[in-house]
């Protein structure tokens, strides 16, 4: 930073103390979460010149990688593109080990960052804030934490993250239960061992499907509570080869940018063909090789998979059919058999989850027609029986996209809540403002690709958007941003509008808050792919920030 901003922000910090009250904390950007958002956040301000403070409720750095402890947590995206490249000397410095990073290796890498870039410093720890409230006269948001601290800002950034509001699940008796009770979200730190007990986890989405196959290899039994089938393919991890690592980092800035071309911003070999239009044979060749490589790019294998019925039927046969190659019990193999849109719900990567059920210490009970009925001191009751249990795991998911911001008491200068406002639904302009709400800014938020994306290229371009016009409002002498309304409702209705034309927001997924009893039914993230959403938000500033309103 250089000395004149330095010395403008110390003089403003006074000036604005003098107003905010002793005790209180004065920044020009209060950062909510230190994931990968927040710490990149923090990194571009302080590159930029403004001075910056994030919050963290967790009391480490990583987000999703600090709470999610699960035995067998592990991204899949490849380790080699679920990384920053802001900066070319970290992505060539660090080597990651595995294709597909465990938890433990991402939160490392997490730490790493946060140390090369000194970003502890400007970090609090520990600190779940619980209102955010605008002033009007003052331009500025009041933060308020869970122990009373006040956090003055001119502007604030939410880096909440998409999924890390944990839901529960309302299953009645669930406190009565006298063993432990663990959820994969809030995972403890010490980790769990579970050898010799009787565990039982309920939910198979894809948190369970990577927990499970670990799970049953320590536990004396295994109760999995079924109650809708997921689709899954294999991850086929392995040792990140050497060569294969360095050739990457050889051509690192190329491979970033033709990963960015494409339409979840991650590089892989997509097949413009159309399922229903080759031969049964052809169709047949392609998903096997898919199915060989492993991972998500699965549903690459053809152009119409999410578009064509017909074309998602023939994929989702495929499955089935593996699924009951690997299954040695017929009636197990189609209880684990899905019958929905294959990539409707993410589809979930594993390593070993179908075979883990031909383990004689594996019981699936499928809770589908008949709910689980509740839990006892002793275990959880379904179909009129009560499985005896010294553990439970809720892997039951998150409340997706605006659980963490509406679980923050934001309201504007009118005093009217976020949670008023998106009481039928999320309404934002890119996913980056909120119409009313000036001066937040949200990263990756409702109305952005975000989670149909690799996280980390779609957090990088918010993070850069949002400093460039920080630097823009300062360079014209403006101090406050908001979006009108008439841009955020045309968005919103685009948003619609092509996920309207795509099979993923046909079902009940948690895409479209149906995993939240009483959430609006809306589909949340952008569906029109990354570059075309990278194209629009670079429009829009060649526009003069159009659609947005700056005094
Ligand atoms: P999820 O996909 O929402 O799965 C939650 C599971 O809990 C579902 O099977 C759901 O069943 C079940 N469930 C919820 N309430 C229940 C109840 N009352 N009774 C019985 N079952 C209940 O959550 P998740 O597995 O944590 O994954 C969330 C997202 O996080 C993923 O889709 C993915 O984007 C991300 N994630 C990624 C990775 C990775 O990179 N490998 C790993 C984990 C998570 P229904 O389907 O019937 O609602």
Redo the contacts with the bound molecule.
């Keep these: 930073m250089g000395k004149h901003l330095a010395h403008t922000f110390v003089s403003r910090a006074r000036q604005a103390s003098a107003v905010a009250g002793p005790g209180s904390i004065v920044v020009d950007v209060v950062i909510v979460g230190a994931g990968f958002a927040g710490m990149y956040m923090l990194h571009r301000l302080r590159e930029v010149g403004f001075s910056a403070l994030v919050l963290e409720a967790g009391s480490g750095v990583g987000g999703t990688w600090h709470w ?1 402890r699960y035995p067998g ?5 490849e380790s080699m593109q679920y990384s920053y490249q802001f900066s070319d000397e970290l992505q060539q410095e660090w080597d990651w080990t595995e294709k597909y990073a465990t938890q433990p290796e991402i939160l490392r890498y997490a730490n790493h960052v946060a140390d090369r870039f000194d970003l502890r410093r400007d970090i609090r720890f520990n600190v779940r804030v619980e209102a955010a409230q605008f002033d009007d006269d003052r331009g500025s948001w009041l933060l308020t934490s869970e122990n009373g601290e006040r956090f003055f800002a001119t502007y604030c950034v939410m880096a909440t993250g998409c ?1 890390s509001a944990v ?1 529960r ?3 009645d008796g669930l406190e009565s239960f006298k063993g432990k009770v663990y959820h ?2 809030e995972w403890p730190q010490e980790g769990v061992d579970f050898s010799g007990q009787r565990v039982a986890v ?9 927990a499970i196959p670990i799970i049953a290899e320590q536990a004396a039994s295994l109760y999995v ?4 089938p ?1 689709y899954t393919v294999p991850a086929h991890n392995a040792p990140l080869d050497a060569r294969h690592r360095q050739a990457v980092k050889d051509r690192y800035r190329d491979f970033r940018d033709e990963a960015k071309q494409s339409f979840a911003g991650i590089h892989f070999r997509y097949n413009p063909e159309s399922a229903v239009e080759v031969s049964e044979q052809r169709r047949r060749e392609e998903f096997e090789a898919r199915w060989a490589c492993g991972g998500v790019t699965f549903m690459g294998a053809f152009s119409d998979l999410l578009f064509d019925r017909r074309a998602n039927d023939a994929a989702a046969e495929f499955v089935r059919s593996k699924i009951r190659q690997i299954v040695e019990d017929p009636e197990v193999a189609e209880m684990l058999c899905p019958d929905n849109i294959i990539g409707c ?2 589809l ?2 594993d390593t070993g989850y179908y075979a883990t059920f031909n383990r004689s210490n594996v019981r699936l009970i499928d ?1 589908r027609e008949s ?2 009925e509740g839990i006892t001191a002793e275990g959880v009751g379904a179909g009129g029986m009560t499985y005896l249990v010294d553990a439970i795991v809720l ?4 409340d ?1 996209m605006t659980g963490a911001l509406m679980r923050i008491d934001i309201r504007n200068g009118s005093d009217e809540a976020l949670a008023e406002k998106w009481q039928h639904g999320p309404r934002a302009y890119l996913g980056l403002m909120i119409s009313r709400f000036p001066n937040l800014f949200t990263i990756t938020g409702p109305g952005s690709p975000s ?1 149909l994306t690799n996280m980390l290229p779609s957090i990088e371009q918010h993070v850069e958007w949002i400093g460039d016009c920080l630097v823009h409002l300062r360079e014209s002498g403006k101090k406050r941003i908001d979006a009108t309304e008439e841009a955020e409702r045309r968005w919103v209705e685009h948003v619609n509008e092509v996920a309207g034309g795509n099979l993923r927001s046909t079902c ?1 997924s ?1 895409y479209v808050g149906a ?1 939240i009893p009483g959430k609006p039914r809306v589909f949340m993230p952008y569906i029109g792919g990354f570059p075309a959403y990278v194209g629009k938000c670079e429009e829009i500033v060649a526009r003069d920030y159009e659609g947005f309103a700056i005094t």
């Design positions: 999610n947590a592990r991204c899949d995206v999924l839901n699940a309302r299953i994969t979200g309920i939910g198979t989405g894809s948190s369970a499907i990577q509570f079924q109650r809708t997921n719900k993410r979930c990567v809770v709910p689980i892997a039951t998911g998150f997706a989670v009940s948690w995993n």
